[in-house]
């Protein structure tokens, strides 16, 4: 089956249903009966647009990494004052940390607070797919990349440019879910970024994910089959998403309900007036090496390099298994925020982690029951209960 074929009968389909689906009102007529205005403008903003509509000053970088890719890179500037490195999650980007609006948003709340604030994008999502000369769309080759690549290119250019531009030396980095993944890949095989970090904040980490529950693994599986047809990249951003969950109520619902099984259930601490924003924003694609990535992870119980099998291992590694990656080389001060109904970060797999970092200063799980993976982004309380302990820990080690 050709690639353009599979790509005609997914369309075809999404029309049927869609067609099954539609209810009397329009998809537009449907978003404002039932949402705020604001919420549905939003929604169709990039990460650039969305900042400058609350009147912050916001620039749009581009980062070239060693092997070829261009990374976009959005800043929230405050010139002069110590920058901060945000990096998301999968299948998110640099908009996760402003989506909820200045008086919620970890990224305002660190500008407020004096901070030059700078958001990565990893490589394939909406905003760093790009390349010096492989075209994502018709070069295989472009998309041969796990979250390994990540931490070894992505970030340490990222890290480079902000400190080259800003000329500090040391920068404070706040990470998400593969966003802390990343950074334990970097400063695991490249020890010399230690110094370049006064602290690092890592919010629902994965390393270990031996315990992790959700729902996403049968998704991923399948999508691992697909990719025997030459299918790399997973959920790029597209509206055709946002236009299925917004068909109808009963959409709406569901596609709700599946966020629930991904992330963890947490009705009570989700702005749902922000809902169609979310969706407006995420998915915004990722390969899915990254997921295959993390199912290996899962099932050998380690935190260790991609799996190839044992011959291409040898060739790779030297050896016939992927070594493990030596967290002892991560000497940063790391400070770990996680929940107690987290599907992805789990409270036992996030204490291995812990055991295995030499410099921990902070291991909070917050006994919060409802909290889930996005809850410390996007939670109606997150300022008050969990931003506010990352900022003074931030003042704390910026001043040593």
Not at 356 to 368: G, M, S
Request: glycine letters at 6%; charged letters at 20%; a positive charge.
């Amino acid at each position: 089956m050709s690639i353009n074929y599979l790509k005609y009968i997914l369309r075809k389909y999404f029309l049927i249903i869609n067609c099954l689906l539609y209810p009397v009102y329009t998809v537009e007529n449907y978003l404002y009966a039932t949402h705020q205005k604001d919420a549905i403008k939003e929604s169709f903003l990039d990460t650039a647009q969305l900042i400058k509509r609350y009147k912050y000053p916001v620039e749009t970088h581009h980062v070239i990494t060693q092997d070829g890719y261009i990374l976009g890179v959005h800043r929230i500037v405050n010139y002069g004052k110590p920058p901060v490195f945000l990096m998301h999650g999968l299948l998110d980007s640099s908009a996760t940390w402003i989506l909820m609006r200045p008086d919620s948003a970890l990224g305002y709340y660190l500008y407020d607070k004096g901070y030059d604030v700078w958001m990565g994008n990893a490589r394939g999502n909406r905003y760093s797919r790009n390349h010096t000369f492989l075209n994502p769309d018709t070069n295989l080759s472009y998309w041969r990349f796990s979250w390994h690549e990540i931490g070894m290119y992505d970030l340490p250019a990222m890290i480079d440019y902000v400190l080259a531009k800003t000329r500090f030396k040391k920068l404070t980095y706040f990470g998400h879910s593969q966003g802390t993944t990343a950074f334990w890949v970097l400063c695991s095989l490249k020890p010399e970024y230690n110094n370049k970090i006064s602290i690092m904040h890592g919010l629902g980490p994965v390393a270990f994910a031996a315990h992790t529950r959700t729902s996403l693994l049968g998704i991923a599986q399948t999508f691992a089959k697909i990719s025997k047809n030459k299918i790399h990249e997973l959920l790029p951003h597209s509206y055709y998403l946002f236009t299925l969950c917004f068909a109808s109520r009963m959409m709406e619902s569901a596609c709700l309900e599946i966020a629930h099984q991904i992330l963890g259930r947490d009705d009570q601490n989700l702005n749902y007036t922000l809902f169609p924003v979310m969706l407006g924003h995420i998915p915004a694609g990722c390969n899915l090496k990254q997921v295959d990535h993390y199912l290996q992870l899962i099932e050998s119980k380690r935190f260790c390099r991609y799996d190839y099998g044992p011959q291409r291992n040898m060739k790779y590694y030297g050896q016939p298994i992927p070594p493990d990656y030596p967290l002892e080389n991560v000497t940063v001060p790391v400070g770990l925020y996680y929940t107690l109904n987290d599907e992805l970060s789990s409270e036992i797999d996030v204490q291995n982690l812990a055991s295995h970092l030499p410099n921990v200063v902070e291991d909070t799980l917050y006994p919060y029951k409802k909290w889930n993976h996005m809850t410390m982004l996007w939670g109606i309380n997150a300022r008050k209960l969990a931003h506010k302990r990352m900022l003074e820990l931030t003042k704390q080690f910026i001043n040593k």
